[in-house]
């Protein structure tokens, strides 16, 4: 089954300690993104990638890393989390181009609480 | 880069009875305008978009709009019913053609009234 997964799906963790956020597509899928959700806001585009060791920033890359080793997965890396980090992340996937289908394949969602 | 405004926030309407939601975007390059419906707990997931070089596009119910002169897109869904409340996101490109490089909209929570 085509998919994209997420884990962990929930996370309540307290400031400043390390946390990832794993992300993996089988539809062998160029690009990839993160974004956060917060109402009232919409999505928001943390990072992209548009392949392997190819990132860039998003509209709202502060307190966030990610990386791009495989094709696969791509994680979301937030190193020293604060409060306003508290969020509903979605990872997605898409391909690259063509004609027909730049349709985004979002994953279930992690909904991160930091304290 | 490119700055995406959907209105309304909220919209509530009787089932049986049209919705239309609209978005501006700023960047005139921009060529490709997606919409997704989110329902509630569940992921975003594409519903129909619309490429430039036409000025609409049907599917079923919904319907998209396009006046790329006025830079404004539009979402159409007539005959509502129960089951199209959900939030709904435009979206438009950043740098124009970056497909992956996606500016949404704030969203729009569409409650039908049976």
């Known amino acids: 089954e085509a998919q994209v997964t997420q884990n962990p799906r929930y996370l309540i963790t307290v400031t400043g300690k390390k946390l990832t956020v794993t992300c993996s597509q089988n539809?062998?899928?160029?690009?990839m993104s993160w974004y956060r959700q917060d109402p009232g806001l919409g999505l928001r585009q943390i990072y992209y990638?548009?392949?392997?060791?190819?990132?860039d920033k998003g509209d709202v890359p502060e307190g966030y890393k990610v990386s791009r080793k495989e094709k696969r997965n791509f994680p979301l890396i937030l190193e020293s989390p604060s409060p306003n980090q508290t969020s509903l992340y979605f990872c997605?996937?898409?391909?690259?181009?063509?004609?027909?289908?730049?349709?985004?394949?979002f994953g279930p969602g992690t909904r991160l609480t930091v304290t | 880069g490119e700055n995406v405004e959907q209105h309304p926030s909220t919209l509530s309407v009787q089932e049986g009875d049209s919705a239309v939601i609209k978005c501006t975007y700023s960047?005139?390059?921009?060529?490709?305008f997606p919409w997704y419906k989110q329902e509630l707990g569940k992921r975003p997931q594409l519903i129909i978009d619309?490429?430039?070089?036409?000025g609409e596009k049907k599917d079923q119910r919904i319907a998209v709009t396009l006046n790329k002169t006025a830079k404004h897109f539009s979402l159409h869904i007539t005959e509502t019913q129960p089951e199209d409340s959900a939030v709904y996101f435009c979206?438009?490109?950043?740098?124009?053609?970056?497909?992956?490089?996606?500016?949404f909209g704030q969203g729009t929570i569409l409650t039908v009234h049976p």
């Open positions: 997605a996937s898409s391909h690259s181009g063509g004609p027909t289908n730049y349709e985004q394949y």
């Open positions: 539809m062998n899928h160029e690009y």
């Open positions: 990638s548009m392949n392997v060791e190819v990132t």
């Open positions: 960047d005139s390059a921009s060529n490709y």
């Open positions: 619309i490429r430039s070089n036409v």
């Open positions: 979206a438009a490109p950043r740098g124009g053609t970056s497909y992956g490089k996606l500016t």
